[in-house]
């Protein structure tokens, strides 16, 4: 048997030990391979949170955006009438009133004296007017003229004394003192047991459900605004909130410092919307009929194209479009300038939010804007 060379046998020994190391690291290899292709795949399947809205046609509002002050339709600060003691205070600031409700009583004492004191001086001049007529109505046998009981309640003073009742009975009605109309009350100037006089300050009660806004316009956008036309106002406080108005006058005097007109608007309160409050309002200025119209922060662009992203089957897929005229708030969609069709059809939902880095046919799960910020 031939004798083989240490050296020789050395190496051999060498290779066939590291061999099944060897294929340990390729097989690890291979499945470390596997696994990151797994791990790819799930990544590209999972759905993403994005928010959408639902395309609509309908009239696209063409506007004119400026700023406006809200005023209520009715404000009151209400006065005392009369001298006397406040009894009561029964309202606080804040609450809400009703039309005809108490707010504050004066002691009804010398209102109640004065009225009694006004009743028996009507009585009395009664007595002295019946000792005018009685005598003649016995003597003559028949009922005193017209001409004459007139002449007799006269002198004996009966007109004046009714009307001495009438106004101590007003009196006596005005010791109380009620909402004028449905509001909140703004500010209470007394406090039981204070003495009050008459034309004093005593509560503020103001209309919040009635409101009017007066915008300012510029002179070259007030022939855009016409009156019945819609007024969006918006308040810094709630801005996801808005308030419908109408146009109600667009009024004639120019600002000649700020080159500026008024229009007047009048709005329903949401509880937002304050006497006092700047807004952010915007004004019809055309109306643009039976359009396909889109969110605007729905449009983005790729490649200098502008596009939306519409949910089909779950999935994200870009449509290129035509933007038209929009309204910073709506844009609207015009036909294809190649096959005439508009690419986007009302009721499509589409991506206003978790859009801007999304792919084509990208899988997504549609869910509340709010929903979809907690989650982030």
């Known amino acids: 048997m031939p004798r083989i060379p240490l050296f020789l046998t050395g190496v051999l020994v060498l290779s066939v030990a590291t061999l099944p190391a060897c294929k340990g690291k390729d097989a690890a290899a291979e499945a470390n391979r596997a696994d990151s292709t797994r791990a790819g795949s799930d990544s590209s399947g999972m759905a993403l949170p994005v928010a959408g809205q639902e395309a609509r046609r309908g009239d696209l509002i063409l506007s004119v955006v400026t700023t406006g002050q809200v005023r209520s339709d009715a404000f ?10 406040v009894n009561e205070v029964l309202v606080t600031p804040g609450q809400v009133v009703h039309k005809g409700q108490p707010l504050v009583k ?10 009694r004191e006004a009743e028996a001086a009507l009585e009395q001049t009664m007595m002295t007017y019946r000792d005018y007529v009685v005598p003649d109505s016995i003597s003559t ?15 004996a003073g009966v ?86 108005g109408t146009v109600i006058a667009v009024l004639p005097v120019i600002d000649s410092v700020k080159r500026a007109g008024r229009a007047l608007i009048r709005a329903r309160g949401n509880g937002v919307l304050r006497p006092g409050m700047y807004a952010d309002v915007r004004l019809e200025a055309n109306r643009l009929r039976d359009r396909v119209i889109v969110p605007s922060r729905a449009i983005i ?15 994200a897929q870009w449509v ?22 508009i690419p986007i059809a009302p009721g499509d939902t589409v991506l206003v939010e978790g859009h801007l880095t999304l792919t084509h046919d990208a ?9 979809r910020s907690t989650g982030e």
Do not use: C, M, W
């Not at 047991?193 to 915008?215: F, I, M, P, T």
């Not at 956008?221 to 419908?244: M, S």
């Open 159 to 244: 007109p004046a004394a009714r009307v001495r009742l009438e106004k101590a009975k007003l009196d006596q009605e005005r010791s109380v003192i009620t909402a004028p109309f449905d509001g909140i009350v703004d500010e209470v100037s007394v406090a039981a047991g204070e003495r009050v006089n008459a034309g004093q300050d005593v509560v503020s009660v103001v209309d919040v459900n009635n409101l009017r806004v007066e915008a300012q316009v510029l002179e070259h956008d007030l022939p855009l605004i016409r009156v019945g036309g819609q007024a969006v106002v918006t308040a810094a406080a709630a801005p996801d909130h808005p308030v419908y």
């Open 76 to 85: 009151a600060k209400l006065k005392s009438e009369n001298n006397g003691t």
């Open 301 to 315: 662009e790729r490649d200098g194209r502008p596009l939306v992203f519409v949910v089909k089957n779950e999935r």
């Open 320 to 341: 290129y479009i035509q933007p038209g005229l929009s309204n910073g708030i709506e844009t609207e969609v015009l036909p294809d300038s190649t096959t005439g069709q």
């Open 141 to 155: 046998g028949r009922p005193v003229p017209e001409d004459r009981r007139a002449n007799a309640e006269i002198r």
């Open 106 to 115: 004066l002691d009804p004492r010398p209102f109640d004296i004065a009225v």
């Open 363 to 371: 899988p997504v799960h549609v869910v509340a804007a709010k929903e």
